[in-house]
């Protein structure tokens, strides 16, 4: 019961980063599907509540932000907590495999390029944030 209590914290803790750092939770398929089809761009962090997306990725993401270049939305769904909006989002993530945490961004509703789990788990927070920054520079140009 009390291991309960805990990882409650820890996700109400990995959720509440996400909000404060200016991502849009989306919770249910429906919140997906409205966002990830708009016209423009989208970076889609897909949060966990393992080490590395508490020490890497969500640091990372949270600078993002304030990085010039930027997507027109960021987004952040749950891996493991909610699971029907995470297996919709997948579905966007089309030849990419499950990942979390990880990166996606679109570009009107389609997967232009991931930073994957392999690419966050053992590196820096500073060479997610590059991946994060080439991709921005890439595809969120006018």
Do not use: W
């Amino acid at each position: 019961m009390q291991f309960n209590f805990y990882m409650n914290d820890v996700v109400n803790i990995a959720r509440q980063e996400m909000v404060e750092a200016g991502y849009e939770q989306l919770q249910t398929p429906e919140e997906v599907d409205e966002l990830l089809t708009k016209e423009g761009t989208t970076l889609v962090m897909i949060n966990s509540v393992c080490g590395c997306a508490g020490g890497i990725a969500r640091p990372a993401a949270a600078y993002m932000k304030n990085y010039e270049t930027k997507p027109d939305r960021f987004v952040t769904v749950f891996a493991g907590q909610d699971k029907e909006a995470t297996a919709k989002a997948r579905e966007y993530f089309t030849g990419y495999a499950p990942s979390s945490p990880s990166f996606a961004l679109l570009k009107d509703g389609k997967i232009m390029t991931m930073v994957e789990r392999f690419e966050i788990e053992g590196h820096e927070p500073i060479q997610v944030v590059q991946k994060l920054e080439k991709a921005f520079d890439d595809y969120c140009k006018a």
